[in-house]
């Protein structure tokens, strides 16, 4: 248990569809994150919110949109994708940006989403 | 840009010694973590480096060299659950987000 919750586990979408990722963390932290992971790549950075302020959007496409209505939750909304957006989205949460030294931006994940678009 | 690499895949046989490497080319390092990832899991926190030098945990110790931009992890009597994906981090260039590799998957068999 890493402190950091995300729901569903499994989500299998048509191209037209609209869903919602979710994640809780618990652990008292400022910054969230989502990642995506693709097999055989390296984890990609989309999405940093701080302090409830998105502070990174690593030129996603609009067809992702955060949203951070807390410290404590993170949403990614879904709609219209493309079967190569199947993949495994990770979200994290760490202390947060000036918060200490740079041990303390280790980032705690939750198991993810994985997601399939038909 | 950082360009961080890191071998695709290892195999090892239980009770033995193994070791990731992590080579890291950046401007303005800041920090390199370890992470391990079990299928279908999430990615859990091994190490943080920011000085030269070898930090000892348990079973798995993490090295750094700035000056070659070089990292490895290092797993001592290697059990079956050691078998997992360890992803190399890095944070450089005034962020404080880290860059992933690719991750090395790690099978210890028998």
């Known amino acids: 248990e890493t402190g950091v919750t995300q729901t569903p586990r499994h989500l299998v979408m048509g191209m037209t569809n609209k869903k919602s990722l979710k994640c809780e963390q618990h652990?008292?932290?400022?910054?969230m994150y989502w990642y995506k992971q693709s097999a055989k790549k390296p984890l990609e950075l989309m999405f940093v919110y701080n302090f409830k302020e998105q502070t990174e959007n690593n030129s996603v496409p609009s067809r992702f949109s955060p949203e951070c209505p807390n410290s404590s939750h993170l949403f990614l909304h879904l709609h219209t994708l493309q079967p190569e957006d199947s993949a495994l989205y990770l979200c994290?949460?760490?202390?947060?940006?000036?918060?200490?030294?740079?041990?303390?931006?280790?980032?705690?994940f939750g198991s993810g989403t994985q997601l399939s678009v038909l | 840009g950082q360009n961080i690499d890191q071998p695709t895949e290892m195999t090892a046989t239980e009770g033995a010694i193994v070791q990731i490497n992590c080579t890291y080319q950046t401007s303005g390092f800041n920090g390199l973590f370890w992470y391990q990832q079990h299928a279908g899991e999430a990615p859990t926190f091994l190490s943080y480096n920011v000085l030269d030098g070898l930090e000892e945990k348990g079973r798995f110790s993490s090295f750094l060299s700035r000056s070659k931009g070089y990292s490895y992890l290092l797993l001592k009597e290697l059990q079956m659950k050691d078998s997992a994906s360890y992803l190399c981090a890095v944070i450089a260039g005034g962020s404080y987000i880290p860059t992933f590799g690719r991750g090395t998957s790690l099978i210890v068999h028998p």
């Open positions: 652990l008292g932290h400022n910054a």
């Open positions: 994290a949460s760490s202390q947060g940006p000036g918060q200490g030294q740079g041990a303390n931006e280790k980032l705690f």
